[in-house]
């Protein structure tokens, strides 16, 4: 610690300083813009900044957490760990010896230190991440410091926040976000134990298995529509449509009655129809406006996101985050649909305007008054997402489309409603009807800037007066089947965990995400797996509390309560541990069976996720995933291997690997899809070595590029 030391003294510190603590080292380098010019990184840290002036600041970044939460008790087959303490996150995580530096950075720097600033991100996670480096580094007992709040990383509202700091003696924010790891890694590690002693007693072999408070319900919703789905006896039906002729004009009606219930009432339609002529009974013009939509909170831009681009909510969250370091949009982690005036709707739009893609929307509204669309979810922590007006740098395409999507939706919310005409015909036919309708645009409003509805084409309909006349040219007659419900995909599941307040905005993705890894759903269609079902079945059986919403909805409560100040940590704290131990006495009670159920399960699941295709060597096999226990590193085997197969083939050894279920065309081999660990499409690769196809350069090819 002596070095650290004496390598900031050698910097040339100020004798009289301010320590601003930051969460992340892009957006201490944004803090210290703010600051002054002629900031300047310490000798040795170039992300430690030394800003000179009146007040001289010494800005020190975070990189997010790095304390966390782990039990004194260090043997991992131990359940229940109750006693947990906060350490630096490099006794957690060996690859994190990076964090030790900066712990040491933040208790020498603090010492001398005359004043203290937290700049986090002003929320819980933000708060806990400042209080736990006052107490655990800097050594302030009573953790009482200044605070920094502030929704965007502009150079204006960072300079008014840091030079307007709020004095805090309480941390109702950072107890909460205490409060809720402590609860999430108890049920977490405890559970997740206690599980895998279960499958390795009953003869199985090592799997991470898990299960808490919210991957409960969450996996309870994608069991109950999985059943739902397998269960469902499709029901047939019928219906009919025609095709009608009037002055020249061609168009099709359908049938009043969607579904028919027999096929002979079907034909009979056709019959007492077809070739016969029809009365115009209603001819109704009406007209009907949609209001702009208001500004995007998170789950509204990741709902968004997945719908046009794919994106699963996690990926959305990471470049949100990211556009917001860059201080290009707000603080994305917030779940208002409002904008106060506040934040000064005409120097965004100035901002915008030299944007050439928005420059001249923008030009135009700027002449008009400037009153958004405001939804009615609020947070007393941050307004909606919206863009700051500064321009963005080196944004990679899936960073460029997600910006222009909050963009557009800001410039949308001030924008007029859009207007539209709707057109319905019913004609009938002696007992029969049908009916048919055409909708068109009269004034775009904000679709014209908002454009990311499908655009279909209209229908277009002559127009009738009522008593008029139409001839039934033809009547088709279409067997169909009742549908079962479809699969959640990850954005309907979200949808479904904010309806029902499970988990947080911030750790909704992350739950979904955690799902997906440990095999209990596919990612694409989130269909449920072996293990899956094996782990909602058992529980359900031995622990259905587990899987109910409301112990989950009961705790999200008492902790909403603790960052509001009515609640105590502790008492919510006592009664969580509590509610896990009548869980895991449960489980203990049933210790084998539950093993049993797991087994079969797991191994199924495991085998699934590792195959990628037929053997093309010894054609009997199986290519699987394997990870060498030596070196930890994975590559392609045959599962006849100890039959003497040699077929092999490396790796990628970063991101997901999944098989893409089809043969390469050039040699036959398996070909599998690489996903980044950070929002790009996956990349298809042939992992047979050798493969003709194969080219030298990192662009696109037939079997080596990113899947379209």
């Not at 279960?198 to 309870?220: D, F, M, N, W």
């Not at 096929?263 to 129809?273: D, P, Q, S, W």
């Not at 009515?566 to 895991?584: I, M, N």
């Not at 049993?596 to 093309?616: D, N, Q, R, W, Y």
């Amino acid at each position: 610690m002596g070095e650290v030391i004496s390598a900031f003294q050698m910097s040339g510190l100020p004798e009289n300083y301010t320590l601003i603590v930051a969460e992340k080292p892009d957006a201490a380098r944004r803090i210290a813009s703010a600051l002054g010019q002629s900031s300047t990184g310490l000798k040795g840290h170039p992300e430690y900044f030394l800003c000179p002036g009146k007040t001289n600041y010494v800005v020190v970044p975070a990189v997010g957490h790095i304390f966390a939460l782990a039990p004194t008790y260090s043997k991992r087959d131990v359940y229940p760990a109750l006693d947990l303490r906060w350490v630096p996150l490099s006794l957690v995580d060996k690859r994190r010896k990076d964090v030790d530096k900066r712990i040491k950075a933040f208790k020498s720097i603090s010492k001398k230190a005359s004043k203290l600033i937290v700049a986090c991100d002003y929320d819980a996670e933000g708060d806990t991440i400042g209080y736990n480096i006052l107490k655990y580094a800097c050594g302030v007992k009573n953790v009482e410091a200044f605070r920094a709040k502030f929704s965007t990383l502009t150079n204006g509202e960072l300079s008014k926040s840091l030079s307007e700091p709020v004095w805090q003696e309480k941390w109702p924010m950072a107890e909460a976000g205490r409060t809720r790891h402590f609860l999430d890694f108890a049920w977490g590690v405890n559970l997740s134990r206690a599980l895998t002693e279960c499958l390795l007693e009953a003869g199985g072999r090592y799997t991470t298995l898990s299960i808490g408070r919210v991957q409960g319900p969450t996996i309870h919703y994608i069991h109950e529509r999985e059943v739902e789905i397998r269960t469902h006896v499709p029901v047939p039906y019928w219906h009919a449509d025609a095709e009608v002729e009037a002055d020249r004009n061609h168009f099709r009606m359908d049938y009043s009655i969607h579904r028919i219930g027999t096929k002979v009432e079907a034909f009979l339609v056709k019959r007492e129809v077809e070739g016969k002529t029809g009365t115009v009974e209603e001819a109704i013009k009406s007209q009907f406006m949609i209001p702009p939509p208001p500004p995007f909170n998170l789950g509204d831009l990741q709902h968004e996101a997945f719908r046009l681009f794919s994106l699963a909510p996690s990926q959305t969250l990471l470049m949100a985050e990211r556009l917001y370091l860059q201080a290009v949009i707000s603080y994305p982690r917030t779940s208002s649909q409002q904008l106060p005036n506040t934040i000064g709707y005409s120097s965004i739009l100035e901002g915008l305007s030299k944007q050439e893609t928005f420059k001249s929307i923008v030009l135009s509204m700027l002449k008009g008054k400037l009153t958004p669309s405001q939804g009615q979810k609020s947070d007393s922590a941050h307004p909606a997402i919206f863009p700051t007006g500064e321009f963005p740098y080196n944004l990679e395409p899936n960073e460029r489309r997600l910006y222009e999507l909050i963009v557009r939706r800001f410039l949308s919310s001030f924008l007029e409603a859009e207007v539209k005409n709707k057109y319905f015909l019913r004609v009938t036919c002696g007992k029969h009807a049908f009916h048919t309708s055409s909708t068109t645009t009269q004034s775009p409003g904000w679709s014209a800037v908002y454009n990311v509805n499908d655009v279909r084409q209209a229908l277009t309909l002559p127009p009738m007066a009522e008593g008029s006349k139409v001839t039934f040219i033809s009547v088709e007659v279409k067997e169909a089947f009742d549908s079962p419900p479809s699969r959640y995909n990850q954005s309907t599941l979200l949808e479904r965990m904010e309806s029902d307040n499970i988990g947080t905005k911030a750790t909704r993705a992350e739950i979904i995400s955690t799902l997906i890894q440990r095999g209990y759903v596919s990612g694409g269609g989130m269909e449920l797996s072996d293990l899956g079902f094996a782990i909602v079945e058992t529980m359900s059986k031995y622990l259905p509390s587990i899987l109910s919403p409301d112990m989950t909805r009961s705790i999200e409560a008492q902790l909403e309560g603790v960052e509001a100040g009515t609640s105590a940590p502790k008492e919510v704290a006592v009664t969580g541990v509590d509610q896990l131990l009548s869980c895991l006495r449960r489980l203990e009670a049933n210790r084998s069976e539950v093993g049993k159920a797991m087994h079969l399960a797991a191994a199924e699941t495991i085998k699934a996720k590792s195959a990628l295709g037929p053997c093309p060597v010894c054609h009997n096999g199986q290519l699987i995933m394997i990870r060498s226990r030596r070196t930890g590193k994975r590559f392609v085997g045959c599962s006849n291997y100890k039959r003497g197969c040699k077929a092999v083939a490396p790796l990628p050894q970063k991101g997901t690997v999944r098989a893409a279920r089809y043969p390469c065309k050039t040699c036959g081999w398996p070909v599998v899809l690489v996903f980044a660990l950070y929002g790009e499409r996956p990349w298809r690769l042939c992992i047979n070595p050798t493969c003709p196809s194969k080219v030298t350069t990192t662009k696109g090819g037939a079997h080596g590029g990113p899947v379209d």
